[in-house]
């Protein structure tokens, strides 16, 4: 079992930005890989960026590439998802989430551990 504890959401004005934490505590040893989702009033949860955890390689939804930074730190067991240029459409609540597999990374059923999600709201 892995939790995860998720820290850093709010209200920010478009063009901001704000850092999202994401703690993983327990079996950390069976934690592959960690990704970011979101979920928006009214829409489905949608794949925002994910890591590996061993080699740290990453991977970005098209919408957030060149905004949004997925990195991590393997001694404090923290992934982190900078995000910069903030526009309106980034609202939603962000969820955290940890891979038991390196593959599909990209889609919700491939995660088995999913944090409670910390909203972040972008004004225009």
């Known amino acids: 079992q892995v939790q995860l504890v998720e820290s850093g959401g709010g209200l920010v004005q478009a063009g901001g930005s704000l850092k999202l934490s994401c703690s993983a505590s327990?079996?950390?040893?069976?934690?592959?890989?960690m990704g970011w989702f979101r979920q928006a009033p009214g829409k489905e949860r949608e794949f925002v960026a994910a890591?590996?955890?061993?080699?740290?390689?990453?991977y970005y939804a098209d919408s957030v590439k060149g905004r949004f930074t997925i990195s991590r730190d393997n001694a404090k067991n923290t992934v982190y998802l900078q995000m910069n240029s903030l526009k309106p459409e980034d609202t939603a609540v962000y969820y955290c989430?940890?891979?038991?597999?390196?593959?599909?990374?990209?889609?919700?059923?491939?995660?088995?551990?999913w944090g409670q999600g910390t909203q972040v709201t972008v004004s225009s």
């Open positions: 890591i590996t955890w061993r080699l740290g390689t990453t």
């Open positions: 989430a940890v891979a038991k597999g390196m593959y599909g990374l990209r889609y919700l059923q491939n995660y088995d551990f």
């Open positions: 327990g079996r950390t040893f069976s934690m592959y890989a």
